[in-house]
């Protein structure tokens, strides 16, 4: 469960792995700053933030009432975008120079990236509300914890490295295990089926190009793939806790397998990435070299041979009591679950707990290894302060285990969510705020079953037409139009389409607030759509309507998509329709008065804006993101 090894170059590793996540993901916030949350953009920034209150109220109180440092914006002679934009900047900027040089990746620049993220946050709304985004907040927190107190010392081992890694572990184990337990207590019908892979590789929010090709697999190998699902996420994240590296090297890599699967088959930004990261808290120093390790006793080589015989037979029939698997004669194999709701409800009570309990031991021996290296010290000082700083990183661990039980157990099984203390629970609700745990779920239920519901915007100089599509840089909407690889890069306005289709657009006011400004024909918001849309180009149209297509993969042929128009999903709507004026002057979207701001960080922030608009997002996050291999270059080669 605890390796006895070395935790440094693991540490150090999952800690670049970190800061890049936060420099990607602070470069594609930065490419779309404008349109999202300028005054004149979907979702101002300032209908949510007002910084003008930072001249009367105390800034304690402001900061407690809403974490963020944009409130000093009154006192930096910048506008509030123009706040964001500088915040986005340094974080790309620190979160690559630690990345390169890890020697400075320490306590203080990572708190640098998460207080600046944290801070972004509190104004994102609907477009910065992923879970993703709340998953990096909280992974850069632990990463906090885990670095080292000043430089150079990305090479040396701390006394304190088995406790702070073993937290990483813990909200690996929470996160993985809860995606695969709420699949089936979503009670989706195709999760149960074990139908659901051909539709999600269509209905998904913005899929690969591979994607198709997937989706052309025999349902017998789609069954197979969400059989091999629900095996990964539930029964081998109890590994997770295993106490042999060879165990732990088993649910490594056949985690890392699912999300390379999920990376070449659909654009989860740096979401696979950070999980990947999150895995690396399963290894220790002894994975990522080459040098053949010491023989054991024959005797105890192979009793713990035996051990991994008996725990692979063990999960093979587990899996074999709870599958029905034949094989046909044309080789091809029928699956089906073996088992009913009431029946997983009844293992989630043993679960569960069992989860808690798992972990809890583990943080436990953690700490014990931890406080014996501590007193191997040399030196009376030396092995005073160690220990005491052990300690205190117990006591922290204790603290934010603690306060993850509440949003682990809440979603999972509501005996053991009772059974919480309740100091925990309101701890939680008190520091909701700063994301430092959260509950996870992933592909919770199966979205577009029976076709992939998408918003196509059109525009015409005239009421009856001609009609002409917008396109989006990224989302399906041309049917010849291959899918697009974007990964790291988010594009959250395309994002917030697929879900804008899921539901109407009066529960989507920032989709009204977009409408108005394509009647407009703001620049910046033009500039999160395709360039060549019809209207990219030209004054805007008068009229601007919606309507609802149900998409789905070709099987061939000149075309990715084939679709079906379902309906009107918003009326035509033009620039001068009052209710409209009125609803978004109410939102707080239109009236903002304009900010007083310094002309020369004004045009400084255009001069590099200008240089980011020469290629698209994902292409200048390609630029470096290269880094990564080289940073896992001991694993490949180990």
């Not at 075309?559 to 609803?583: A, N, V």
Request: aromatic letters at 14%; glycine letters at 6%.
């Amino acid at each position: 469960m605890i390796s006895s090894c070395s935790l440094s170059k693991v540490r150090t590793l999952f800690q670049q792995c970190v800061s890049l996540s936060f420099a990607v993901a602070f470069h594609s916030f930065y490419t779309q700053i404008p349109g999202l949350y300028g005054d004149q953009g979907v979702l101002p920034a300032r209908s949510v933030l007002d910084t003008s209150r930072l001249l009367k109220e105390n800034f304690v109180d402001l900061v407690i009432e809403s974490p963020t440092l944009l409130w000093v914006t009154p006192l930096t002679g910048l506008s509030l975008v123009q706040l964001m934009e500088v915040f986005s900047l340094v974080g790309i900027m620190i979160g690559l120079v630690i990345t390169a040089w890890p020697a400075v990746n320490i306590k203080i620049s990572l708190a640098i990236l998460w207080v600046l993220y944290l801070s972004l946050f509190q104004v994102g709304q609907t477009f910065l509300g992923f879970q993703w985004d709340i998953l990096l907040l909280e992974t850069g927190f632990l990463a906090i914890i885990c670095s080292p107190m000043w430089p150079n010392n990305h090479s040396t081992s701390l006394a304190w490295d088995q406790i702070t890694m073993y937290l990483v572990r813990w909200l690996l184990f929470r996160m993985m295990f809860a995606s695969g337990v709420v699949k089936l207590t979503s009670g989706c019908p195709t999760w149960w089926g074990l139908t659901a892979m051909p539709t999600h590789y269509f209905s998904q929010c913005l899929p690969t190009p591979l994607a198709w090709y997937a989706a052309l697999m025999p349902n017998w190998m789609h069954k197979l793939s969400v059989v091999s699902t629900f095996v990964i996420e539930i029964p081998m994240s109890f590994l997770f806790f295993a106490p042999t590296s060879s165990l732990r090297k088993f649910t490594f890599f056949n985690q890392v397998f699912l999300m390379v699967v999920i990376m070449l088959s659909g654009n989860y930004n740096f979401f696979n990435f950070l999980y990947i990261a999150l895995c690396l808290s399963l290894s220790d120093n002894s994975w990522l070299t080459t040098n053949p390790a010491k023989k054991s006793h024959p005797i105890t080589y192979c009793s713990w041979c035996l051990l991994h015989l008996a725990a692979y037979l063990g999960m093979g029939w587990v899996v074999g009591q709870v599958c029905n698997f034949k094989l046909n004669p044309d080789l091809s194999v029928d699956s089906s679950l073996a088992f009913t709701s009431q029946d997983f409800d009844t293992f989630l009570s043993y679960a569960v707990p069992g989860g808690i309990y798992a972990g809890g031991f583990g943080l436990l021996l953690a700490c014990l290894f931890a406080l014996k290296e501590a007193f191997s010290q040399a030196g009376k000082l030396g092995k005073v302060r160690s220990v005491l700083t052990v300690v205190l990183y117990c006591a922290v661990a204790a603290g934010m285990f603690g306060l993850s039980l509440p949003s682990y157990s809440g979603q999972l099984d509501r005996a053991t969510y009772d059974r919480v203390p309740r100091e925990l629970k309101n701890w939680d609700r008190r520091l909701d705020r700063l994301q430092l745990t959260s509950s996870y779920g992933l592909f919770r239920r199966m979205t577009g079953v029976g076709g992939r519901p998408e918003v196509i915007i059109e525009g015409s100089d005239q009421l009856h037409g001609p009609w002409k599509e917008y396109e989006f840089l990224y989302k399906p909407g041309n049917i010849s139009r291959a899918p697009t690889f974007m990964l790291p890069h988010q594009p959250r306005l395309d994002w917030q389409m697929w879900f804008a289709a899921l539901g109407s657009y009066q529960h989507n006011p920032w989709f009204i607030s977009m409408v108005f400004r394509l009647l407009e024909g703001r620049p910046e918001v033009l500039q999160l759509l395709d360039p060549e849309s019809p209207f990219a180009n030209r004054n805007p149209p008068k009229y601007i309507r919606a309507k609802l297509y149900k998409y789905h993969f070709t099987q061939g042929g000149k075309d990715w998509w084939s679709r079906e128009e379902q309906g009107e999903y918003m009326p035509i709507l033009t620039k001068d329709h009052k209710p409209l004026i009125d609803f978004l002057t109410n939102q707080g979207i239109l009236g903002l008065t304009p900010e007083k701001t310094s002309v020369v960080a004004t045009k400084l922030l255009d001069s590099v804006r200008s240089m980011t608009t020469l290629a698209p997002p994902h292409i200048q996050i390609w630029s470096y993101a290269w880094v990564v291999l080289p940073m896992f270059k001991p694993f490949l080669l180990s």
